[in-house]
């Protein structure tokens, strides 16, 4: 198993991180590195609910994902289970911390096969650009409008 720990400062309560991440029209603009959309097919946030999307990169490629969220404890973790390829179990932490939320994402891929060079090249700035997009998104859109 290959496991990724990304971790950020959010200057903001857990309730407020937690609704960008629980409102699907909220996730589907911040979720994915910088220079992606993504078009919901299904986001039933629940736990076991299912999670179908399509990622449009930048470069014009689309990227089907399918996903289950794992477990669900409002408002302080998220569980995505990740079982279209690559396989990965994300797990998603809120914690309160001073002034704001310590954010801690962890992500494990499944395969003990897998590059492990190439996957850190990708995946280490992706997880970054991932937490920059939801620090934004909770930072300057707080109604969620």
């Given at each position: 198993?290959?496991?990724?720990?990304?971790?950020?400062?959010?200057?903001?309560?857990?309730?407020?991180?937690?609704?960008?991440?629980?409102?699907?029209?909220?996730?589907?603009?911040?979720?994915?590195?910088?220079?992606?959309?993504?078009?919901?097919?299904?986001?039933?946030?629940?736990?076991?609910?299912?999670?179908?999307?399509?990622?449009?990169?930048p470069d014009g490629r689309d990227y089907p994902n399918e996903n289950v969220f794992e477990e669900i404890?409002a408002p302080g973790k998220v569980v995505v289970k990740h079982v279209s390829q690559p396989h990965y179990?994300?797990?998603?932490?809120?914690?309160?911390?001073?002034?704001?939320?310590?954010?801690?994402?962890?992500?494990?891929?499944?395969?003990?096969?897998?590059?492990?060079?190439?996957?850190?090249?990708?995946?280490?700035?992706?997880?970054?650009?991932?937490?920059?997009?939801?620090?934004?998104?909770?930072?300057?859109?707080?109604?969620?409008?």
């Amino acid at each position: 198993m290959l496991t990724f720990n990304h971790s950020r400062k959010i200057s903001a309560s857990v309730e407020e991180v937690f609704a960008a991440i629980s409102s699907p029209e909220r996730l589907a603009r911040w979720w994915g590195p910088a220079g992606f959309t993504n078009t919901f097919d299904l986001c039933e946030f629940r736990t076991g609910g299912r999670w179908s999307f399509v990622m449009h990169g930048p470069d014009g490629r689309d990227y089907p994902n399918e996903n289950v969220f794992e477990e669900i404890e409002a408002p302080g973790k998220v569980v995505v289970k990740h079982v279209s390829q690559p396989h990965y179990r994300l797990t998603i932490k809120l914690t309160p911390d001073g002034t704001g939320t310590a954010v801690s994402w962890t992500q494990v891929f499944e395969n003990p096969d897998i590059d492990r060079e190439k996957l850190e090249r990708i995946v280490g700035n992706a997880n970054e650009e991932n937490l920059d997009r939801l620090t934004d998104e909770v930072l300057n859109n707080p109604s969620g409008k």
